[in-house]
């Protein structure tokens, strides 16, 4: 509907353009704790664990049949660890842990006492250093701090500045009342689910709902930079006797002026090549973007043959926003001064 395409263009361009403020219900955040919390969770994450006090690891859970559980984010937090994961709740993490761990650990879900809050977009910094001050403005990606009862962690799934805070529940509504306040001055929009959804298909960030649920591996997935082969871990005998047979499909990014749902079935040349796994209609671009898994013979970038449902598409190279976040600088630039700013057009990569 016209109301539906109206939030859709105001939510993409608050992510895209200014500041997004999300509550992150999808995410629970767990912390697991112990002597031995390091051994425990090298045997249950798929990636080789080399990571610092205050640093973040992108990676993945997995299930025994070696498709992924969880999208995941691993921080190290002193001797304790934080997982903040999608794809999963709280107690089922707790539960996954425990019961793969081999070792005593102390693994609590902090769901029941903390909220976790999102606020992306390139000028998410700037917000975010009037609120709850400066030290976020020089906070590195993939790197988290503690800021009295609060954690904020640097990462986000949009391709623009993303921060993600850890906060306790009585705290949570002041906080986000302050955001909203502060947040005017910077056209601050509040976005759902799908927008985050879709700004994270444009910029080639995994999505576990969509095709994290096609059943498809992480090697389909092109995922393997996320998990090791050097190791045993939950689901890595199946992974990788998978891994030393012929791969017949690979996960392959598509644009079309047609709508398109996951599901439907691609062609190449006339002939089914594939499916939709996950799509959506970008309101930057003015186009459709959607993944496929298809036959690992045509699943290569700039291809032109493709259609879907009749109607003609081609593969891309994603990300296919150039996303203005890589052209503002927290050192030069501010919202208020934005008009003075010539940043490239942010479709550029059409």
């Known amino acids: 509907s016209e109301d539906v395409a109206m939030n859709e263009v105001r939510e993409q361009g608050a992510v895209r353009r200014s500041t997004a403020l999300s509550l992150m219900d999808h995410v629970c955040a767990v912390r697991v704790s112990g002597d031995d919390a390091y051994t425990a969770l090298d045997r249950i994450c798929p990636a ?36 903040l994961a999608e794809g999963i709740d709280g107690p089922d993490l707790v539960e996954h842990v425990r019961l793969h761990a081999g070792v005593d650990v102390d693994v609590v879900d902090k769901g029941a006492t903390h909220r976790v809050v999102s606020v992306n977009g390139p000028y998410a ?29 640097r990462a986000g799934k949009t391709g623009e500045y993303g921060y993600d805070l850890l906060v306790p529940e009585q705290e949570a509504e002041p906080l986000l009342s302050r955001l909203r306040a502060a947040g005017k001055a910077f056209d601050l929009a509040e976005v759902g689910l799908a927008t985050l959804d ?23 997935l ?24 012929r791969r017949s499909r690979r996960l392959t990014c598509l644009v079309s002026d047609a709508d398109v749902a996951p599901g439907e079935m691609v062609a190449f040349d006339g002939r089914i090549a594939g499916r939709i796994v996950n799509s959506g209609v970008s309101r930057t671009r003015g186009d459709v973007i959607a993944l496929a898994l298809v036959q690992i013979e045509v699943a290569h970038p700039g291809l032109d043959g493709f259609s879907i449902g009749g109607k003609p598409a081609r593969s891309v190279s994603p990300p296919v926003i150039a996303n203005r976040s890589l052209y503002v600088s927290p050192q030069s630039h501010g919202y208020a001064t934005r008009g003075e700013q010539d940043f490239p057009p942010l479709t550029r990569t059409r």
């Open 198 to 220: 879709q700004c994270a298909l444009e910029n080639n960030f995994f999505n576990i709902r969509m095709e994290g649920a096609s059943g498809a591996d992480p090697i389909e």
């Open 125 to 153: 910094w700037e917000l975010l250093g009037e609120v709850i001050g400066p030290d976020v403005v020089g906070l590195p990606y993939m790197t988290f701090y503690h800021l009295e009862n609060v954690i904020c962690f």
């Open 222 to 245: 092109q995922l393997q930079w996320r998990i090791s082969y050097r190791k045993r871990y939950v689901g890595s005998d199946v992974l990788h006797a998978r891994r030393s047979s």
């Open 48 to 83: 080789d664990l080399h990571v610092r006090d205050g640093q973040m690891h992108h990676t993945l859970l997995l299930g025994e049949d070696g498709l992924p559980l969880a999208d995941l984010y691993l921080c190290a937090d002193d001797e304790d660890f934080v997982l």
